[in-house]
């Protein structure tokens, strides 16, 4: 079984910075995407960021130039650094990894960004 633990998530002013973290345990051979998504209030579960086992990256048009992924490979670790957070980000962000084709979840992490 795989485990996914994420942190970093809480209260934060509009404008500042949060860095959320994932760190994946069990069973892994290798990674083959890591990404993080997040719900927010009355809508759908939806792609934040994505990043492949080639260090390409992908982002959703409203965090583009705010946040960026990266990944630790040796640490089974993804991070997003969420600068100029918005109102609009608040959200429950949940990190995922795809290895050996099924793709496992995290629990979530709760972002709150007051006006």
């Known amino acids: 079984q795989v485990q996914l633990v994420e942190s970093g998530g809480g209260l934060v002013q509009a404008g500042g910075s949060l860095r959320l973290s994932c760190v994946a345990s069990?069973?892994?051979?290798?990674?083959?995407?890591m990404g993080w998504y997040r719900q927010a209030p009355g809508k759908q579960r939806e792609l934040v960021a994505i990043?492949?086992?080639?260090?390409?990256?992908d982002y959703a048009d409203s965090v583009k130039g705010r946040f960026t992924i990266s990944r630790d490979n040796a640490k089974s670790t993804v991070y997003l650094q969420m600068n100029s957070l918005k109102p609009e980000d608040t959200a429950v962000y949940y990190c995922?990894?795809?290895?050996?084709?099924?793709?496992?979840w995290g629990k979530g992490t709760l972002v709150t960004v007051s006006s």
């Open positions: 995922r990894i795809t290895t050996g084709g099924i793709n496992y």
């Open positions: 069990g069973t892994i051979f290798s990674i083959n995407a």
């Open positions: 990043i492949v086992s080639g260090r390409s990256t």
